[in-house]
Structures are given as C-alpha cells and as structure tokens.
C-alpha cells in the first residue's frame, strides 16, 4: 500500500511538471506589447502584422493619422509603370534643394561643400582643410546614382519623387528658407518649391515644411515665414495637413534648432495669451520643436509646441536622438498632450565633412541600423515617424540611391552587396509593417 501511495505521488509530481511547462511554453508565445531597446547589429523581433488598409483617401485635404481616426492613412497610387503601390502619410522623410551644377547652376553648389574646422584649433590642425572638388571628388563618402546633381533639374525632381513614392514614404519633409535667404554654403532655393509641389502632387505626395535656423529669425519671422507658406502653397494640392487627435486637421511645421528662440518668445507665437499668436487664426498649425537635450522637453512644453521630433541619425549622439530614451519622450509627450516623433535613418557619416566627427559615425551593417531605428521608433507607438533623410549626402543620412564608385583620390562607400535601391525597400516594407501595428493599436 505504501510502495502504490508512493508511485501515485511520483505520478502526480511529474504530472504538474508537465503541466507547468506545458503554461510556461504556451505562454512565451504570446505577442509582447512592445519591442525591447536593440543596439545596431543585434537581431530584430518579427511583428505580428494585420490586413493593410486599402482605402483610398481624398486627395484634396490628406492628414496624417491621429489616435481618434482609427485606421493608419493610406492611399493607393499608381506609379508611371501602372504598379500599384500604398503610400503611407504617417511616414514623413526630410528632403533637401539645396545642390547644384555648372549646367543648372552658376557652378557646383553644395557637392563643394568646405571641410568645416574643429572650433578647437589644436584639433583643427591635425585635419585637411580646403573644400570639395566635383565631379569626381564631392562632399560624401556615398556617391549618388544621378550623380553630383543640380536640385533644378526637372528630370532629378521627378527621379526623387518616383523614388519616394517607391519608399511609400507619403510627406516630403522640405528643408526652407524664405525668399532670398539660404544657408551659409548654398544659394536661395525658395523658388524652386513650386516644381517641387507640383512634381509631389503628380506622385500623391504632400509636402510638409522643415523652417531652417536663418540668420536672424526670431518668432515674428517665423510669423511672418507661416503666413507666406500658407497663402502660397496652402490651396495646393500636395500641401500637407495632420489631423490631430482633437479632430483639427491643420498644416504642420517641423522647426530646426527651435532651441535657439527662447521658450517665451515662441510662447508669444504658440499660445492663445502670445502678443501675435497664431492659435485660432488661418494660419494656425501643429508645429514640431528639435529636442536635442532632455532639458528641452520643459523648454518646448513652455513654448507651446504641439510635439517634438529627434531628427538626428546619429544614435547616442544627443539626448533626443538616443532610441534608449524614446519611451521616456513618448510618455512625456502623452502626459503632456504632445506628439513625438521619432525619427529614424540608415547610418551618420559626416567626415566628408567634418574629418574629425569619426566617433559619431554610426555603420549602415547593410541596412541593420536602418532596420533597428525603426523598429525601435515604432516600439513607442507614434503617431508619425520621420526618416533621416532622403538626400542629406553629406552626413550619409541619404536613402536615395548610390552606387559604387572609384575615383583616383576616392573610394565612395556604397550599399553592396544590395542593390541601390536597398533603402527604399526596406523604408517600404517598415512602412507597411508600421500601417498593420497601428491597425491593432486603433481597434
């Protein structure tokens, strides 16, 4: 009796063993809620996915997807090859007019770009000065597909839009300056917006405006700067409004180095008591403040800001642009009634540039990078996300395509052993995969 008693107690011993494994398997299959912090290189978790919506959206008004519409934004377009392809307006990708060429141009702009000095000029000694000689030697370590092209020709225009709208990226993020104004190594391109929204339109692409820090803006130029845009290009058809979780659809602006202004003086822009505010006017919008250093987040709450985007490509580099601090940021944002967007790109070199900024270098490890920020700029669940850049050759940012190239003072790097259109593939397929988690965010 006493031998059975114990064999029925070895039984029941390996009996909830089994069970208990049993639990502990089928509950490690279940779907997380979130994606862990990766450091570039290390493998990245599948999503679990959801149907793409694939219902075509006006074009007259486009907004990107706030939580109350319920569904990501979405459009199917036809490209000139009568494929079929979405476009995804959550996704917003900085684009830059500022190149040129002696056949557009009055020479070589930007592709000449000097070799900025270190500030320290112990440092600065140890490193080539001088600047850029195009064709064969320009200001990158990647080498165009077009070449050292010239941001006025119309046939580069029509390439950067077939290509983005193959990206599905559906916002051009365009770098601005007003009439008459450029950055300190280029030429006035304001000009040029108009090619630049009609080429978007004919590709279902919107245009969104990144304000640059010019010389002597304050928040009464940036008044006056949000005026022109909107009674210039506000009627157009490309010209890019978010729908905001309030319901509001109004256009949005991206501000570089918003840090700059004090958070008063932008208060007297961007809130309701400011002495020339914008909030309840036609020219109201969403505008988008630079978080560099944690300090930031205070300083852009002050100011009035609607959010707050990272842009930098460079993970580690600031504050805002390290993927360790996103969930921190998001809860901030979501405490607070802001939007964060993060913004995600496929590596930083600069040194074509700046010879001694090597320890910001981040490798591409053959689209590893690229796919790790943005899947870490998805794990926070943002309502948009912005990649760092399409065409920002000199800090390597680019997911334009480039091509191998061998010169007898320079070897290029490239994207091999893919193909030049690598980025814009696997901005494509994150895109998607982003449009099938909001799905389930929504429901």
Same mark, same amino acid.
């Given at each position: 009796m006493t031998r059975l008693r114990k064999k029925a107690c070895v039984a029941l011993f390996l009996f909830t063993l089994f069970i208990f494994g049993t639990m502990m398997g089928l509950r490690s299959l279940k779907p997380s809620d979130g994606f862990s912090d990766l450091a570039p290189g290390m493998e990245l978790m599948p999503f679990v996915g959801a149907r793409v919506d694939r219902r075509p959206v006006p074009n007259d008004v486009v907004a990107s997807a706030g939580q109350a519409l319920g569904a990501s934004d979405t459009k199917i377009v036809f490209s000139n090859s009568g494929h079929e392809h979405n476009i995804f307006y959550d996704i917003h990708i900085f684009y830059y007019l500022w190149y040129g060429t002696p056949q557009m141009d009055r020479g070589y702009i930007h !592709?000449?770009?000097?070799?900025? %000095?270190? !500030?320290? %000029?112990?440092?600065?000694?140890?490193?080539?000065?001088?600047?850029?000689?195009? %064709?064969?030697?320009?200001?990158?370590?990647?080498?165009p597909e077009l070449g050292p092209y010239s941001s006025r020709n119309p046939s580069v225009l029509e390439s950067h839009m077939e290509q983005i709208e193959s990206s599905a990226a559906g916002v051009v993020v365009l770098s601005w300056y007003p009439p008459g104004v450029a950055d300190e190594h280029g030429e006035p391109t304001e000009d040029l917006v108009p090619a630049v929204m009609d080429a978007a339109h004919r590709h279902r692409i919107k245009v969104a405006f990144h304000i640059q820090p010019y010389r002597g803006r304050t928040d009464l130029s940036v008044h006056d700067n949000v005026k022109y845009i909107i009674d210039k290009y506000g009627k157009h058809g490309a010209f890019y409004r978010f729908k905001s979780s309030t319901g509001k659809v109004l256009p949005l602006f991206y501000i570089y180095d918003s840090y700059l202004t %004090?958070?008063?003086? !932008?208060?007297?822009?961007?809130?309701?008591?400011?002495?020339?505010?914008?909030?309840?006017?036609?020219?109201?919008?969403?505008?988008?403040?630079?978080?560099?250093?944690?300090?930031?987040?205070?300083?852009?709450?002050?100011?009035?800001f609607d959010g707050m985007y990272t842009y930098f490509a460079s993970n580690g580099f600031s504050f805002g642009s390290s993927h360790q601090n996103w969930k921190a940021l998001k809860a901030f944002c979501d405490g607070n009634g802001l939007l964060f967007v993060p913004s995600a790109g496929p590596g930083y070199v600069d040194t074509a540039v700046r010879p001694w900024n090597n320890h910001n270098t981040r490798n591409r490890v053959n689209g590893r990078y690229y796919e790790t920020a943005l899947q870490a700029a998805m794990s926070v669940r943002p309502d948009v996300i912005t990649v760092t850049s399409f065409n920002e050759w000199h800090e390597g940012t680019q997911i334009e395509r480039a091509v191998p190239k061998k010169t007898v003072a320079r070897l290029y790097l490239d994207y091999k052993p893919h193909e030049p259109d690598l980025y814009l593939e696997l901005t494509r397929k994150w895109a998607e995969q982003f449009n099938k988690e909001k799905e389930q965010w929504l429901m």
């Amino acid at each position: 009796m006493t031998r059975l008693r114990k064999k029925a107690c070895v039984a029941l011993f390996l009996f909830t063993l089994f069970i208990f494994g049993t639990m502990m398997g089928l509950r490690s299959l279940k779907p997380s809620d979130g994606f862990s912090d990766l450091a570039p290189g290390m493998e990245l978790m599948p999503f679990v996915g959801a149907r793409v919506d694939r219902r075509p959206v006006p074009n007259d008004v486009v907004a990107s997807a706030g939580q109350a519409l319920g569904a990501s934004d979405t459009k199917i377009v036809f490209s000139n090859s009568g494929h079929e392809h979405n476009i995804f307006y959550d996704i917003h990708i900085f684009y830059y007019l500022w190149y040129g060429t002696p056949q557009m141009d009055r020479g070589y702009i930007h !592709w000449d770009h000097v070799l900025v %000095p270190h !500030w320290d %000029p112990k440092i600065a000694a140890s490193h080539p000065k001088g600047r850029h000689s195009p %064709p064969e030697d320009i200001a990158s370590s990647f080498y165009p597909e077009l070449g050292p092209y010239s941001s006025r020709n119309p046939s580069v225009l029509e390439s950067h839009m077939e290509q983005i709208e193959s990206s599905a990226a559906g916002v051009v993020v365009l770098s601005w300056y007003p009439p008459g104004v450029a950055d300190e190594h280029g030429e006035p391109t304001e000009d040029l917006v108009p090619a630049v929204m009609d080429a978007a339109h004919r590709h279902r692409i919107k245009v969104a405006f990144h304000i640059q820090p010019y010389r002597g803006r304050t928040d009464l130029s940036v008044h006056d700067n949000v005026k022109y845009i909107i009674d210039k290009y506000g009627k157009h058809g490309a010209f890019y409004r978010f729908k905001s979780s309030t319901g509001k659809v109004l256009p949005l602006f991206y501000i570089y180095d918003s840090y700059l202004t %004090p958070p008063e003086a !932008w208060a007297e822009l961007l809130t309701s008591r400011g002495s020339h505010s914008l909030r309840g006017t036609p020219y109201d919008g969403i505008f988008i403040a630079l978080i560099v250093e944690e300090r930031h987040k205070h300083d852009i709450l002050a100011s009035g800001f609607d959010g707050m985007y990272t842009y930098f490509a460079s993970n580690g580099f600031s504050f805002g642009s390290s993927h360790q601090n996103w969930k921190a940021l998001k809860a901030f944002c979501d405490g607070n009634g802001l939007l964060f967007v993060p913004s995600a790109g496929p590596g930083y070199v600069d040194t074509a540039v700046r010879p001694w900024n090597n320890h910001n270098t981040r490798n591409r490890v053959n689209g590893r990078y690229y796919e790790t920020a943005l899947q870490a700029a998805m794990s926070v669940r943002p309502d948009v996300i912005t990649v760092t850049s399409f065409n920002e050759w000199h800090e390597g940012t680019q997911i334009e395509r480039a091509v191998p190239k061998k010169t007898v003072a320079r070897l290029y790097l490239d994207y091999k052993p893919h193909e030049p259109d690598l980025y814009l593939e696997l901005t494509r397929k994150w895109a998607e995969q982003f449009n099938k988690e909001k799905e389930q965010w929504l429901m």
